[in-house]
């Protein structure tokens, strides 16, 4: 059966290496097989979600945010850090569409679950796709944009066409490339293989 499972090997020291607002960085000693030890490097990470918004035409809404370590603008699906302890990620999910797009939902299921990058990050991502979309009216909307998302514009796009545009090389983020793919596929059968909003992380 092709499915991750659960493991972890027996981790003989672990070293704090840094620690900023958001991430840390440690250096495990880890016990190999053939007992070898091996030292592994990796950012310790909240986790975060992203929303893939999907409108009455097929359209997916994206934001385009600048990322100072890639040096870009980037276009993006609605995204945060999973920054409030005990909240239910889809409710995560639903604060960040209406903060940074400002739509609320009427239809959530658990799209895709990422880890960004397993190999030095033990990142979660967990993907949503999000449906029956109402725009939140200015007035209701007291949120603040700072840094990175002032001005952040927000944009329609065809699902066939982001694919196209993530195939193409065009888009570049992890979430947004596999929430997009993803969707796609979903759709061939009307998203009804999806996983409930509440569904369990593996």
Request: a negative charge.
């Amino acid at each position: 059966m092709i499915a991750d499972t659960p493991e972890s090997w027996e981790v003989v020291e672990s070293r704090p290496r840094f620690k900023g607002h958001v991430i840390e960085v440690v250096t495990d000693t880890v016990r190999m097989p053939r007992d070898e030890v091996a030292d592994r490097d990796y950012v310790v990470h909240p986790g975060a979600v992203a929303v893939l918004a999907l409108d009455e035409h097929d359209r997916v809404l994206m934001i385009r945010q600048y990322r100072h370590p890639t040096r870009r603008l980037m276009w993006e699906l609605p995204a945060g850090l999973r920054d409030v302890a005990g909240e239910p990620l889809v409710d995560t999910a639903a604060r960040e569409l209406a903060e940074e797009a400002g739509y609320r939902a009427g239809v959530w299921h658990t799209l895709v679950d990422l880890r960004s990058s397993p190999g030095m990050s033990d990142e979660r991502i967990r993907v949503f796709l999000a449906r029956d979309l109402t725009k939140i009216p200015d007035e209701e909307n007291g949120f603040v944009h700072r840094h990175e998302e002032i001005d952040m514009p927000v944009e329609w796009v065809h699902l066939a066409d982001a694919v196209e545009k993530a195939l193409m090389g065009m888009i570049h983020n992890s979430p947004a490339v596999a929430g997009i793919l993803a969707a796609y596929a979903a759709s061939v059968e009307g998203y009804s293989l999806l996983r409930p909003a509440d569904a369990p992380e593996a």
